[in-house]
């Protein structure tokens, strides 16, 4: 009886834990192209580093930004932000600009 008490403890407190991310936030963090190119200066929870790159969660720019123009972006560079054009295919920078507009839906 008391193994069968210790499972459900164990099962209600891995639901709490799981239900705390929601599912929009882990689609661009989970990408493991993000993961390599770009967490070292958007943060690993794409929240921005101190003096790195901003958050690219709840950002006005992202928010009016088309799909499109996060594509440029990502492969021309802007500011302090290398291209990845060179780097990542099309269809990478692609998944990545639907991902984070995905973040920024208002
Ligand atoms: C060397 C640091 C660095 C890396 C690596 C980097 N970024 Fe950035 N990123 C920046 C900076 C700095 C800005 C702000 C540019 C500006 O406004 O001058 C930015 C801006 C952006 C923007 C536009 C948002 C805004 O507020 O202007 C997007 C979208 C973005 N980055 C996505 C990515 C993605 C996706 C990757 C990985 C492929 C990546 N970045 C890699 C530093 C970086």
Request: glycine share 6%; aromatic share 4%; charged share 20%.
């Amino acid at each position: 009886m008391r193994k069968l008490q210790f499972v459900v403890v164990l099962f209600l407190s891995l639901a709490a834990a799981s239900a705390q991310t929601s599912p929009a936030d882990v689609t661009l963090t989970a990408n493991p192209v993000f993961q390599k190119n770009c967490v070292r200066c958007h943060g690993d929870n794409a929240q921005g580093r101190f003096m790195h790159g901003p958050s690219l969660i709840s950002n006005k720019k992202i928010q009016i930004a088309t799909p499109d123009d996060l594509h440029n972006i990502i492969a021309n560079g802007k500011g302090h932000m290398p291209k990845f054009g060179s780097k990542l295919t099309p269809e990478e920078i692609d998944t990545l600009a639907h991902e984070v507009k995905a973040l920024n839906v208002k």
